[in-house]
């Protein structure tokens, strides 16, 4: 048995219950006493623990004969026997101490080392990580330009698209059950009465926009005096409101008002869309998350009322909260590759049509992905010329297009390109231009005023000399056409003057 301090055999050998190891019983008691601890384990030992082992008379003679063979070798003079003996049992039980330490200190310098190194491997991999972030933060920056950090845009989720389907189906329930008979027979157009005339920059122009407010819609025209800063909205000769110390950027390029006329959205030379307040006189900017040209504004009176839905000319399509800072992307670019230039929305207010110069795309923004339709220059819309101008009427199925040289009238019940009236020669025509309800189109030649009226029987336009008309001006910029709560009334601008003229 050998003592687990000196690595002798041991002499008076006891055990300890904690390591279950050997000791000579002088090193073991001399450690205890010092550190009150198992030489192995560390842990708590008490000298009432170790345990004494006998031994047989052949292994008292070997132990005896060890220990005598190496004293006899190394000392010489028999009574310093006893003193050596301590000494020695003191070296070894040193020796085993400083043992101990060397490799408690070996073992705390290798994971000072490891945890060194792991240092040094999170910190370059910190470092990587942050490089990387800002990196991304750099991406993101130049990607969002001037969007501040606390706008929202996300793509539209399902819950929205339901929120537009619901809306959509209320709102047509609402316009059956609230049908009124049209009634309206066209007037004979021998003679005009000048009802107003207002005063305008040169730079100032007239822009419409369908009102679905009722069951059924009309269509309003709007202009500002940039100089007086007032906003005129017109739905005919006897309804105009009239809205003063509009401050808004005379940069403006498209202007229109949300349902209850209390907004006011235009957008500027910048690409930005902004929506001024009639009620505080303030104004936000509605993010769009690109800087794209903006090529159609509306706001829907029953379907999303609290967005302004927005097209710019890449065919992305967004519908931003008026009251907060949220916007849902409903498409982020047209599957055309050409730039957009028209888009009109129909009184559903789900069914979105976007025309470029050869293709025309037919969406549905509660099923944007799927529900897509194409009408393509050549192959359902039929000539060469480039296509010029779009319009969702207010029937609910009829959708003008308009060419460089011709107007046509497509049926959207039926087949991709199934025509209800035209296509029209237009190319000779100053100014074509079709009602909101599809029933009456308006064509001026040699400054004479003719309106047509669409025959669906025969599916055709007719019209007859007591709807023609000499226009009070020769010489003008814009004219909008108003068939409002069965009246007909019209608008000119001519350089910096705006006259409505109501047919008697």
């Not at 000298?47 to 005598?68: G, K, M, W, Y």
């Not at 059956?176 to 920059?201: A, G, M």
Request: with cysteine; net charge negative; hydrophobic share 35%.
């Amino acid at each position: 048995m050998f003592c687990a301090i000196s690595g002798k055999p041991a002499k008076f050998p006891v055990l300890s219950p904690k390591s279950k190891s050997i000791f000579e019983k002088a090193l073991i008691e001399q450690y205890v006493e010092q550190s009150g601890k198992d030489p192995i384990t560390n842990e708590p030992l008490k000298l009432s623990e170790l345990v004494e082992i006998s031994q047989t008379p052949q292994q008292t003679s070997l132990v005896n004969a060890v220990n005598a063979s190496t004293l006899n070798t190394n000392y010489s003079i028999p009574n310093l026997l006893s003193t050596l003996q301590n000494e020695w049992d003191a070296i070894m039980l040193e020796n085993f101490q400083l043992r101990k330490q060397l490799d408690a200190f070996t073992k705390q310098l290798s994971i000072a080392y490891y945890e060194r190194d792991s240092a040094k491997l999170i910190a370059a991999k910190t470092l990587k990580e942050k490089d990387e972030l800002a990196n991304e933060i750099n991406k993101l920056t130049k990607l969002m330009g001037t969007i501040d950090e606390e706008k929202i845009i996300i793509q539209i989720n399902d819950d929205f698209k339901e929120k537009l389907k619901q809306e959509s189906k209320s709102y047509l329930e609402f316009t059956q059950l609230n049908k009124i008979q049209d009634k309206y027979k066209l007037p004979s157009l021998t003679k005009t009465e000048l009802s107003k005339t207002w005063d305008i920059t040169i730079n100032d122009k007239i822009y419409t926009k369908i009102d679905t407010n009722s069951s059924k819609p009309i269509e309003k025209t709007l202009f500002l005096n940039d100089d007086t800063k007032t906003l005129t909205i017109v739905s005919d000769s006897q309804i105009v409101k009239t809205i003063h110390d509009v401050i808004i950027d005379s940069d403006y390029q498209l202007l229109s008002t949300n349902y209850t006329d209390d907004w006011l959205f235009y957008t500027t030379s910048i690409n930005e869309i902004v929506a001024y307040s009639f009620n505080d006189k303030t104004s936000k900017k509605i993010k769009t998350g690109g800087n794209e040209e903006i090529i159609f504004i509306n706001n829907h009176s029953h379907v999303a009322n609290d967005y302004l839905l927005w097209v710019d000319n890449q065919g992305k399509i967004g519908l931003s909260s008026i009251s907060e800072d949220i916007t849902y992307i409903v498409q982020n670019s047209s599957q055309n590759s050409d730039k957009c230039i028209s888009a009109s929305l129909q009184k559903d207010g789900l069914l979105l049509a976007i025309a470029s110069f050869d293709i025309i795309e037919i969406i549905n923004l509660s099923n944007p992905i799927v529900e897509v339709e194409f009408f393509k220059l050549g192959t359902h819309i039929p000539g060469t010329s480039p296509i010029t101008f779009i319009q969702m009427c207010t029937n609910g199925y009829s959708m003008e297009v308009q060419t460089t040289t011709d107007l046509m009238v497509f049926d959207l019940r039926k087949e991709i390109g199934t025509l209800l009236s035209g296509p029209i020669d237009i190319a000779r025509s100053k100014f074509s231009i079709l009602d909101v309800s599809g029933k009456y189109l308006t064509m001026i030649n040699d400054n004479k005023l003719q309106i047509f009226t669409y025959k669906k029987a025969k599916k055709t336009w007719i019209a007859d000399d007591t709807h023609v008309i000499e226009l009070p001006q020769s010489q003008f910029d814009d004219l909008k056409i108003l068939l409002n709560n069965s009246e007909l009334s019209f608008l000119i601008k001519s350089g910096t003057l705006v006259s409505l003229y109501r047919a008697l």
